[in-house]
């Protein structure tokens, strides 16, 4: 049984900074792409970053140059950093790992940015 936690969302004004964590379960979290997903009121849930096992990353434009995507494979942990902060980012924040043809996600985090 595959789990995700995600921790370190918050209220942040705009321009400022957010880290969030993903802990996974599961000895075998290295070999697998992790991803991060959002979720805004009234929208469809979106892809946001992904990195690969090797580490290799790819963003949504809309986080490009402000969003960072990494992992701590001896942690079992994925992160992202959110600098410059919009109030277009306010959702609820996912991790995710599809393993095997089955996709499995986080509870998510919610991330609010308003003054």
């Known amino acids: 049984q595959v789990q995700l936690v995600e921790s370190g969302g918050g209220l942040v004004q705009p321009g400022g900074s957010l880290r969030l964590s993903c802990a996974a379960s599961?000895?075998?979290?290295?070999?697998?792409?992790m991803g991060w997903y959002r979720q805004a009121p009234g929208k469809q849930r979106e892809l946001v970053a992904i990195?690969?096992?090797?580490?290799?990353?790819n963003y949504a434009d809309s986080v490009k140059g402000r969003f960072t995507v990494s992992r701590d494979n001896a942690k079992n942990t994925v992160y992202l950093q959110m600098n410059s902060l919009k109030p277009e980012d306010t959702a609820v924040y996912y991790c995710?790992?599809?393993?095997?043809?089955?996709?499995?996600w986080g509870q998510g985090t919610q991330v609010t940015v308003s003054s």
């Open positions: 995710n790992v599809p393993i095997l043809g089955s996709d499995y």
């Open positions: 990195i690969a096992s090797g580490g290799s990353t």
């Open positions: 599961g000895s075998i979290f290295s070999i697998y792409t």
